[in-house]
């Protein structure tokens, strides 16, 4: 009874930014880790960041290829995630998802359990 619905996605120049926004419903949210992850054509989908839950100190994480580039947030209040990208580059083309946190490393996909249908980004160079 978890349903995730990404949006902000589209088309940016390099160098560009742009916002994601993942609307979560269930009870559960606020206490789970919330993750962003990307999948690019013909690759297979990796990890972008998470943060933790409402009683796990907030914790912010990021794989090394975004790291002070993304900026990940939530807005308990409003059910709803967030990934600020900024100085967007073309190899950040992809769908992103974002995802919910049950068991295990935040960097691992069998770590999740609810996907939302994912947000096309495709930065040109």
């Known amino acids: 009874q978890v349903q995730l619905v990404e949006s902000g996605g589209g088309l940016v120049q390099a160098g560009g930014s742009l916002r994601l926004s993942c609307a979560a419903s269930?009870?559960?949210?606020?206490?789970?880790?919330m993750g962003w992850f990307r999948q690019a054509p013909g690759k297979e989908r990796e990890f972008v960041s998470a943060i933790s839950g409402s009683g796990s100190g907030g914790s912010t994480y990021y794989a090394d290829s975004v790291k002070g580039r993304f900026t990940i947030s939530r807005d308990n209040a409003k059910n709803t995630v967030y990934l600020q990208m900024n100085s967007l580059k073309p190899e950040d083309t992809a769908v992103y998802y974002c995802?919910?946190?049950?068991?295990?490393?935040?960097?691992?996909?069998?770590?999740?359990?609810?996907w939302g249908q994912g947000t096309q980004v495709t930065v040109s160079s």
């Open positions: 269930g009870r559960t949210f606020s206490r789970n880790a």
């Open positions: 995802a919910v946190h049950y068991s295990g490393s935040y960097y691992l996909l069998a770590a999740y359990g609810y």
